[in-house]
T-cell receptor, first 114, second 111 residues
């Protein structure tokens, strides 16, 4: 069964609003989670590394003020897309590391900004 | 910069045949490699992984081959089934560091 749960699976919002995406690790504690972004027919691009109890580490070119990451507990990380615009429309995926290296992914969130 | 890429963007095979998906990587320091399968609208699903101290690893119907000399990784799927149709990504990493994903190969299984 799934070890990483991501919600919602699909969200449509108006331009200028904020959207929160949740990523939960099931039955295990994840001190580190990762957030990816994927455009159609493209690969996964790492946006940031979410660390429990500390600030997230963002990849070059990712706006930390626009993509807010909170990892307040060992089983939950959230990604908030603030003041979303149509160009933020994408497939967002979270993952958590198990056993040191193996990554398990959530089911993804399709964000559509109108 | 370092990159992971694939030789073919698409691959079509007949149901029941074997398929081979290839991947090239350029970071010689990478010591951990993974293959993921992604179906439309879903998150990636772990298939198989391999460490750099191995050159072959087998799973259920899948085999991963690693050639460090030419920095090449391949995924072999035996006796393909319709459910194998998906996009397959390879990814590389160094120990517990973040993974870098390749561009993906779309595998289509023809009936």
């Amino acid at each position: 069964g799934a070890v990483v749960s991501q919600h919602p699976s699909r969200v449509i919002c108006k331009s200028g609003t904020s959207v929160k995406i949740e990523c939960r690790s099931l039955d295990f504690q994840a001190t580190t989670m990762f957030w990816y972004r994927q455009f159609p027919k493209q690969s996964l691009m790492l946006m940031a590394t979410s660390n429990e109890g500390s600030k997230a580490t963002y990849e070059q070119g990712v706006e930390k003020d626009k993509f807010l990451i909170n990892h307040a507990s060992l089983t939950l990380s959230t990604l908030t897309v603030t003041s979303a615009h149509p160009e933020d429309s994408s497939f967002y995926i979270c993952s958590a590391k198990i056993g040191g290296e193996k990554l398990f992914f959530g089911s993804g969130t399709q964000l559509s900004v109108l | 910069g370092e990159s992971v890429g694939l030789h073919l963007p698409t691959l079509s095979v007949q149901e029941g045949d074997n398929s081979i998906i290839n991947c090239a990587y350029s970071n010689s320091a990478s010591d951990y490699f993974i293959w993921y399968k992604q179906e439309s609208g879903k998150g990636p699903q772990f298939i198989i992984d391999i460490r750099s101290n191995m050159d072959k690893r087998q799973g259920q119907r899948v085999t991963v081959l690693l050639n460090k000399t030419v920095k090449h990784l391949s995924l072999q799927i035996a006796a393909t089934q319709p459910g194998d149709s998906a996009v397959y990504f390879c990814a590389e990493g160094q120990g517990a560091q973040k993974l870098v994903f390749g561009q993906g190969t779309r595998l289509t299984i023809n009936p």
